[in-house]
Every structure is written in structure tokens, then in C-alpha cells.
T-cell receptor, first 112, second 113 residues
Framework: GQSLEQPSEVTAVEGAIVQINCTYQ??????LSWYQQHDGGAPTFLSY????GLEETGRFSSFLSRSDSYGYLLLQELQMKDSASYFC?????????????FGQGTTLQVKP | ETGVTQSPTHLIKTRGQQVTLRCSSQ?????VSWYQQALGQGPQFIFQ?????ENGRGNFPPRFSGLQFPNYSSELNVNALELDDSALYLC????WGVGETQYFGPGTRLLVL
């Protein structure tokens, strides 16, 4: 079976740093993606890791450890607009067999 | 550059009916994937289309079917609707070879009564 585990909710204050963890057990693994989804909106791509290590994109960073089947999304200098759901997703195939298996999502609430 | 568009935005159907949802991919993208997202859950992969053929399928029954057209737009058809089919249906487009970056449309919210 395929499973991804991430915390259901995280709360932090504006300006702080928050880390959202994701552990996965999947039959096949090609990479780990992170998506952000605001209420009523479409998921938007944030970051992708195919290899171990840290990827940085502005205020967002994502980390992957393939040996530990673990990754995390790090959000720095939190802003109110970062309040949203965050999903980790495992890409199962290479090329464009872009089948993504999503976690249940982590709701991030940023408080003033 | 035109983003991914979906129609309709909302739909109400009754059990047993059939529904067709439509998706126009982002300009330059030739691959379309469909996902079902129940309330409070992550999106679940239904299937993917490339070059007008199904290229991978998730754990959904055959009453979920699709099409891709020469202009890369796509349709999702669901027959014999069940109450559990009530969900947000998302379409995502990508370029072949860059499947890790998928661009999602706003979705169609389907309610089955």
C-alpha cells in the first residue's frame, strides 16, 4: 500500500519559522513534492526533491532523506498569507508518469 | 500564458446520473492528470492522459473514464454516480518529462444527492 504521514495541524506566529514533516511508505519512489492549497483554491506547486538534501526557494525550503523515507517543508518569516493547507506528495514514476500520491495535508494557521 | 481552466465550477447531480467535467491544460502542456479531493483530504490520483491515451490509473472503478483531445484538453466522465463521488475534482497539466511540476486548475465541486 501507499501511505504518507504528516501532522494534521500546525500553528505558528507571524515572523516565525515552522517545519512540516512528512514520512512515506510507498511502492516506488521518484521524488517528493510539496503543494500549498488555500481554502477553496487549487493546489500550487512549491518544491520538489528527487535527491537527498535541501532545496531552497525564497522563504520556503524542502528537505529529503531517501534512506529515512522522510522529508520536510520549512517555512521562514511566516506571513498571514501562508495560512493554508500543505501537502506532501510522492511521485511514483519517472518521465512523465506523474502519478502523485498525496498526504492528508497539514493545516497551517499563522497568528498575528 | 493561459493557466489551467475547468468547467463547470459547481455541479449538483443525483445518484445514478452521469457527469462530464472538462479541463483545458496550460498553454504548452501536453499531459493532463485528474484527481479527486474529498473534504479535508488530500487529492487522490484518478488517471493521467498523454497523447490522447490513458497513461496510468489510480484505484478508481471503470465508471470513471476520460478522454484527451488533440489540443490536449481533457474530459472526465463518471457514470452511475454514487453519494461518495461528492468531491472536488481537480485537473492538473504538465509537460512530458517534467511531471514533478503539475499545475492545477481551480476544480469542479460535485455534489451528488
Amino acid at each position: 500500500g501507499q501511505s504518507l504521514e504528516q501532522p494534521s495541524e500546525v500553528t505558528a506566529v507571524e515572523g516565525a519559522i515552522v517545519q512540516i514533516n512528512c514520512t512515506y511508505q510507498t511502492s516506488g519512489f521518484y521524488g517528493l513534492s510539496w503543494y500549498q492549497q488555500h481554502d477553496g483554491g487549487a493546489p500550487t506547486f512549491l518544491s520538489y526533491n528527487a535527491l537527498d538534501g535541501l532545496e531552497e526557494t525564497g522563504r520556503f525550503s524542502s528537505f529529503l532523506s531517501r534512506s529515512d523515507s522522510y522529508g520536510y517543508l520549512l517555512l521562514q518569516e511566516l506571513q498571514m498569507k501562508d495560512s493554508a493547507s500543505y501537502f506532501c506528495a510522492v511521485r511514483l514514476g519517472s518521465g512523465n508518469t506523474g502519478k502523485l500520491i498525496f498526504g492528508q495535508g497539514t493545516t497551517l494557521q499563522v497568528k498575528p | 500564458e493561459t493557466g489551467v481552466t475547468q468547467s463547470p465550477t459547481h455541479l449538483i447531480k443525483t445518484r445514478g446520473q452521469q457527469v462530464t467535467l472538462r479541463c483545458s491544460s496550460q498553454s504548452g502542456h501536453n499531459t493532463v492528470s485528474w484527481y479527486q479531493q474529498a473534504l479535508g483530504q488530500g487529492p487522490q490520483f484518478i488517471f493521467q492522459y498523454y497523447r490522447e491515451e490513458e497513461n496510468g490509473r489510480g484505484n478508481f472503478p471503470p465508471r470513471f473514464s476520460g478522454l484527451q483531445f488533440p489540443n490536449y484538453s481533457s474530459e472526465l466522465n463518471v457514470n452511475a454516480l454514487e453519494l461518495d463521488d461528492s468531491a472536488l475534482y481537480l485537473c492538473a497539466s504538465s509537460s512530458w518529462g517534467v511531471g514533478e511540476t503539475q499545475y492545477f486548475g481551480p476544480g469542479t465541486r460535485l455534489l451528488v444527492l
